[in-house]
DNA sequence: TTGTACGCGTTATCAG
DNA sequence: CTGATAACGCGTACAA
């Protein structure tokens, strides 16, 4: 392992010199920079990072939490906190929290190891939360969390269900049914809300036959979607809370000969990957998520700075127009 | 910052005691350990892993290089690495190379702030891995290298293209094309040369006009798809060198009122997630990714523990079938 | 149990 | 203005 005092010893000068060499201090003559910068060649130096790290109290990145690093989860938001990270000179890493508050994630966090965390991790408690941000800023894209020092961005669900919906009852529907995630789900609770709000507004009657509740999955929404064809009296539109379960739905419709959006309309929520790739390909209802990503990062940088900064922020979503529903107002 | 100085003030002990306690020694008293405890719960002390990693020069965490975090890589292989990773004892940290030998990815590495790595990030160069294999144990997924201390492991694509043409010609078929990737794609070439020793061994005359050169992607497949059946003369079946340009093939296809398997068979090579999604589902080659992740894994602990290790590792393919082969020897 | 010499760079301070 | 000396960051582990 080669350190500074080798390249010091073999350019013949003091540590300090170095130190000031390498880090491009304007107090170094041109003519001992060049040696110093040949010896450390030379030897092909690298400063241990800890060390420096340890002196300075920095770190110099910043690190983004995720529940799983192998799971599916949004390669935009990704993109977005990677941009302003590299944008501010700092490094990004990725830790999993798997493990709650023995993981990777709460360590890094706790033991100082990074300047700050964007945090998409629902596993990490909310107490764990609380005690972290305490020691680092920390801005939380995965739930909401009133609490002093708690930063977060929010993707409005209210709002989505209710463009979604809307969207429907505007190109005719008026028999809409709603088919929602796990009864814990936060998000799908908020566009279940945004539904029944959308619906109130548009003077339709809410019919409780056409809520079913299911599990976020492909499986899931296709057993709701066989539920509500088996039920008398089909709705002319359905409001999958995500896509998944919309495409689990289109597969129901698929082995009993419904055609969408023919006989049936859908729209999901989400817009993932596969959303575009189904046939029909998918309406559905896109969450900014680069944008999540990107002002998260954003955030963290102004409490780096010390900047007093709002706690909570919203973003509004976004129709993808595809396929699967039907314009009931035009001829066809 | 409450360091452990603070603690050992505040349980009256020295700072060596409040070390070997909270690192769990036996030869502290079960009395003060319980009065070290307490004041490092009180002063909600965490130690700073930075000054930890200085001294006993081990971090204990490896890290996984990709070449872009919000890329979308392979979850199972990332589920690989991490699964042997954490039953170590180990952290694990996703990093990207994204600006190579500047990267986050490469400065972690040579700047040893971890004690190992799994790469799987084609941009990083060649000189680089042998610069950092130096330093760190590394373990390459991405590429071969026959260099000192560059241990990798590699999927035999060779292998694959012969089972995926084997395959085809298992039932029946004899007319089969190849649509290939980039030219300058290892991975390609490799599936390429294990096709054409399947028609060599197997007696079928290889035909160039059933060689077409594309790009990996859903458009490129779509694009060769069209000209495969603009050309006189249809193969019996087509082998795409991955599944997106099997895709695209089958939208091309499907414009073209020909049936998959029906009118042609075909076969993708990835197994990604989408192709259980297309209609009908696509038949496939699976790569062992996570095979691949945590073997690379189980290597890194050997190395770190200083074991004598072979160089090169390969792993076998498996054929995943699907729908879009038709058996042309049985009747239907 | 405790004192203390590390680990390796950074930077304030001082001498030339 | 250049370069060197030394204290410091925080925890670890050996000698006492």
Redesign the interface.
Known sequence: ?TTIKDVAKLAGVSISTVSYTLNNSPRISASTKKRVEEAAKAL?Y?????????KR?K?N?IA?LLSD????YY??L??GV?DIT?SNGY??????S??GAQS?AV??L????VDGAVILAHNISDETML?SA??VPIVLLDRILDEEHIYLVEVDNIEGGYHATEYLIDRGHSQIAFVSGPADSHDSSFRYQGYRNALQDHHIDYQSKWYITSNFTKEGGYRATKLLIAQQGLPQAIFYANDEMA?GGMQAFRETNLRVPEDISIIGYDDI??AD???PPLTTIRQPKYEAGSLAAHLIFQLIAGEKIDRHYKLSTEIIERQTVKDLNTFS
Chains 1, 2 share one sequence.
């Open positions: 392992m092909n690298k400063k241990n990072g800890f060390a420096s790290d340890l109290s770190t990145t983004l690093l192998s799971g599916p390669s935009e990704i993109q990677q590299t490094d990004l890493i990725a830790c999993s798997i493990g990777t360590k890094f706790s033991e100082k190891r005690e305490k020691s495409i990957q596969l790739y189904t046939s």
